[in-house]
């Protein structure tokens, strides 16, 4: 599979801190005729490629965005972006591994060896692996906090968010 953190197109900028309501504003002044090839190269830009599938392409940590035009409201599609912890699906939830020894992993079981959990601890590269011996796990729980990065799109200017909302939504 080709690294999807390679050969990323480049932003213009200037970004900004993008709120819910921001996106909901620029949608509403309209996506219509907006660049969709620039979107799809704002999709990758802005790393959304590395976990999300759209139309066959990307990849597989976090959910396919295909259809995303039919199922969610812009405001839905914003608050995923900027507020990506408030609803994590357990489909792709990281886990929160507590050993005997106090310490935390934090990442998604991708493989049980023997005796050995394979965690993979980045979202965005699951061959970023670590063993955990099954004997020095105390407890698991669900990670409440979203493997998605708050602010993905904060690098983008307005100009490229809307042509990258105008791609996700087929506008």
Same mark, same amino acid.
């Given at each position: 599979m080709k690294n999807p953190l390679a050969d990323l197109p480049q932003v213009k900028g200037p970004g900004r801190e993008w709120s819910v309501q921001d996106i909901e504003r620029l949608a509403e002044s309209g996506l219509e005729g907006r660049d969709k090839a620039h979107g799809k $190269?704002?999709?990758k830009a802005s790393l959304c490629a590395a976990c999300h599938r759209f139309d066959g392409e990307g990849?597989?940590?976090g959910p396919d965005l295909t259809a995303v035009a039919g199922r969610f409201s812009v405001r839905d599609l914003a608050e995923a972006i900027?507020?990506?912890s408030k609803v994590v699906s357990d489909?792709?939830?990281f886990d929160t591994i507590i050993k005997h020894d106090g310490s935390?992993?934090?990442g998604k079981l991708i493989e049980?060896? $023997?005796e050995h959990w394979i965690?993979?601890?980045s979202p965005f590269d699951f061959s970023a692996t670590m063993e955990v011996e099954r004997s020095e796990i105390k407890d698991i729980k669900p990670s409440p906090i979203s493997p998605m990065p708050a602010g993905m799109i904060n690098r983008l200017n307005a $100009?490229?968010?809307k042509d990258l909302l105008a791609y996700l939504l087929g506008k």
């Open positions: $190269d704002m999709f990849g597989p940590a900027i507020e990506p489909q792709y939830a935390q992993v934090v049980e060896k $023997d965690i993979a601890t $100009d490229e968010l």
